[in-house]
């Protein structure tokens, strides 16, 4: 193994490892504002936890949702890879988990996202969940302003999260 690919698996376990803490601090759940993000008629993936008392995803949505056991549509990925295929979903949504990523990770989401879907919905929920550098690197503003320069976006908000959308109609610069 590469130093680099080292490097690489060290930051998915750490990011791994902060996961319990980050749902136990109730960040990562797909609120009520949310579940409206997600297309119901059109493959997505949502990355974050459904609430146990919420209806859950639409049939046609694949989750990474660590709160509940892995099966045929809940992965247990953070979204940095997804192992689809280009263009197979409408949307990616990511609840708060791309939160949990150092600065120079954050591209690794993005990127993946606009490979399988023509959307990326980053969600940022009201609660802070908590302090550490796990849940202050990667804060909507910065991404607002930083992904114009390669990518259409919007902000908007929805009841208890701030939202971006990002088109994925133009490549990011490598």
């Not at 295929?85 to 600065?103: G, I, K, Q, Y």
């Not at 208890?160 to 088109?167: F, I, M, N, Q, S």
Request: proline content about 8%; hydrophobic content about 45%; charged content about 20%.
């Amino acid at each position: 193994m590469k130093f680099a690919d080292l490097e690489s698996f060290r930051r998915d376990m750490t990011a791994l490892a902060a996961t319990t803490r980050f749902l136990a601090d109730g960040l990562g759940v797909v609120t009520a504002g949310a579940r409206e993000l997600t297309p119901q008629d059109a493959p997505a993936l949502v990355v974050g936890a459904w609430p146990g008392d919420s209806p859950g995803p639409p049939d046609t949505t694949v989750s990474q949702d660590h709160s509940r056991p892995a099966s045929l549509r809940n992965d247990y990925l953070l979204g940095l890879t997804t192992l689809r295929d280009e263009r197979t979903v409408a949307a990616v949504v990511n609840v708060d988990f791309w939160r949990l990523l150092m600065p120079d990770d954050v591209n690794r989401p993005v990127a993946e996202a606009i490979r399988i879907a023509p959307e990326l919905i980053p969600v940022h929920t009201d609660g802070d969940g908590g302090s550490g550098p796990a849940y202050s690197c990667a804060m909507l503003d910065s991404a607002a302003a930083m992904l114009p320069h390669h990518v259409p976006v919007t902000t908007s908000r929805v009841d208890g999260a701030e939202v971006l959308r990002v088109a994925s109609a133009v490549v990011l610069d490598a």
